[in-house]
Each structure stands twice: as C-alpha cells, then as structure tokens.
C-alpha cells in the first residue's frame, strides 16, 4: 500500500473531490503475484487488442505508435479494457448491468478466462505496471453511470463522470508510461477531464440521438438554450456564444494539464502529448464548421494529424507547455 500526498497545484474546486477518489484507489492498491500465461496466447491477445484500438480510434492508434514495443501493446490493452465497458452500454443486447457486472469480475481476476483476449492482455498489462485495481473499478462505475443518468445540472457534477469514464483511464496510463512523482496525480486528473470534455463536445449530436445530453444544464439555461434547440440542430448566435464558451473552458483545461508531462518518462511523453493535442485538433474542426456538432461528426484528416506530429514533438521536448501554462496565471493576476 502507498500513501501519496498532493502538492498543491489544484486551481479548480472540483479537483478537491477528484483527487481525493484518486487517493482512495492508490491507496488500497495491493501488488499482485506476477502470473505467468502462455507467450503465444499472450501475443495474439495483445495484437487482438491493437486490432481494437486501430478501428476505434486511431488518434489513439497513431499516439501509441510513438511508445517503445511493450509500453504501446499495454496502453493498448487498456484501451480495449475500457473499449469493452463502454459496448457493454452502448453496444449489447443483453441487460447492461448484468454484462457490465460479468466484466468486472473477468477483468479484474487475476486469473480471467482464458478465452477472453482482451482481459488477458489487460491482467496481464495490470499486473505488470502495478495499476491499481480500484481505478479499474472507479472507471466501471463512471461508465455504468450511462446506464440511469442522461442529464448533468452543473460543471461539477459532469467534471464527476469525466473522472470516473477518462480521469482514471489517464492514471492507469501513467502507470505504464512511469511517472518520477506524486506531482504527475493533479495534471493526469486534469487531462482526462480536458479530453472527455473534447469528446463530449465533438459527440453532442450522437449523444442527442441517444437520449443524453452531457452539456451542464444550468449553463445551457444561461445562455438562453432548451432541449428544443437540440431538436431542430439551431446553429444560432446563442448556440455559437455557447459552444465558444465550452471550448475556451476546454483548451484552458487542457493547458493547465499538459505541463505534467514533463512528471512522465522521457519515453511516453511525446505519446501522451501528441494524443493530447491530436484530439484538441478537433475543436479546431467544429470552430471551422460554424459550430455546428448536430449534423456532422467534428475530426481531423490522417494528414491532418500527421502534420502537427514535428511541433508536437518539440514542445513535448521543450517547456512549452510550462511557459504557457505560467502565462496564463499572469494573465489572470494582471485581470
């Protein structure tokens, strides 16, 4: 069991809560007995779960490409573990709950079936780089949430399911990245939020069509917007205002989370950097579609993406993002 204590670095007073569920988990975390499995069962499991992760995303495909060999199979695995909780939502046929429970018991057994790829890759990916098996579990239940809760009221409460469904996916990856410090807990907690927050943006029509809407309610009330304007997909001054306001909210976040990197090991920061960035491309996308994300999915072209990948690696290298994250305190003292 390890004890961590935060240096102060939160701005935000919905970090408090978040940090504490991060305490929590690291805390209870106990090392498991190394498991020895079949190298050619193993093997196939691991490229079943890089066949996953590069037809579901491959912004996160192409990240993970930038890791040495053993760490880009396991945040690969990771991402089919937790591609796995969100079909069993979305996806099954079956009682969610139920799947969902079955689920959590096969992949977090120490011994999962052995029919079973992607819980074999992650066990395996789990055990190796010492994840503590309560984060596993917070993500399941912050995915579980989809099951009864279609609506959030406030910032607050959505800045909640975006730890539980993305906050803990970043704390599990900085696991098998390596991190030199408790430092590193704050800024991952902040990335996971700026992503989901992306995701959720990009998502508002799919989300729409199916019976949620992730947007705070009271913000849209204060900017004058009903689930009306949902229904008919009203890209007006109000929605613009709206929208504008999310993403600068979104980008402050996602500067305010990116100086961690230089907490992770020189080896995964140009990968977690340039998933970072590669997703923030897509605000771009949605600010250059006249805002409207009921009509069309927002992204970024393969090139797109391919083109940014110099820059990124720079300022992953550099203080880049420690220099603007400090300009952004100034500009905020000089207000």
């Not at 030199?180 to 939020?193: K, T």
């Amino acid at each position: 069991m390890m004890r961590y204590e935060y240096a102060k670095t939160n701005i935000y007073s919905w970090e408090n809560e978040l940090i504490n569920y991060a305490n929590k988990a690291i805390e209870s975390h106990i090392d498991s007995e190394p498991i020895e499995f079949d190298k050619e069962i193993l093997n196939k499991a691991y490229r079943h779960c890089g066949s996953v992760t590069r037809f579901h995303s491959k912004t996160f495909y192409m990240a993970s490409e930038l890791l040495p060999f053993d760490k880009r199979r396991s945040v690969r695995a990771l991402y089919a573990f937790c591609r796995v909780c969100d079909d069993l939502i979305d996806c099954t046929k079956d009682d969610p709950e139920e799947s969902l429970e079955s689920w959590r018991i096969n992949s977090l057994n120490d011994k999962p079936l052995k029919d079973d790829l992607i819980a074999l890759a992650w066990t395996d990916t789990r055990i190796k780089y010492n994840i503590p098996k309560k984060l596993a579990e917070q993500l399941i239940d912050g995915v579980a949430r989809d099951i009864c809760i279609k609506r959030y009221e406030t910032f607050k409460q959505l800045t909640e399911y975006c730890y539980g469904v993305a906050s803990t996916v970043g704390l599990m990856a900085m696991h098998i990245i390596g991190f030199s410090g408790i430092e590193a807990i704050p800024y991952a907690i902040r990335l996971g939020i700026a992503l989901q927050l992306n995701n959720i943006l990009r998502d508002v029509g799919e989300d729409w069509k199916n019976g949620r809407i992730y947007l705070p309610q009271e913000e849209l009330k204060q900017f004058g917007l009903t689930e009306e304007d949902f229904i008919e997909g009203k890209i007006d001054d109000r929605w613009r205002r709206f929208i504008k306001f999310q993403i600068e909210r979104n980008r402050r976040i996602y500067a305010e989370a990116l100086p961690g990197v230089r907490f992770l090991n020189p080896d995964g920061r140009f990968a977690i950097t340039a998933a970072a960035e590669l997703y923030q491309a897509i605000l771009e996308d949605i600010e250059t579609h006249n805002y409207d994300v009921f009509n069309r999915r927002a992204f970024v072209s393969t090139w797109g993406k391919i083109r940014r990948l110099p820059n990124i690696w720079w300022r992953s290298k550099s203080q880049y993002y420690v220099n603007q994250y400090n300009q952004i305190n100034r500009n905020k003292k000089i207000a």
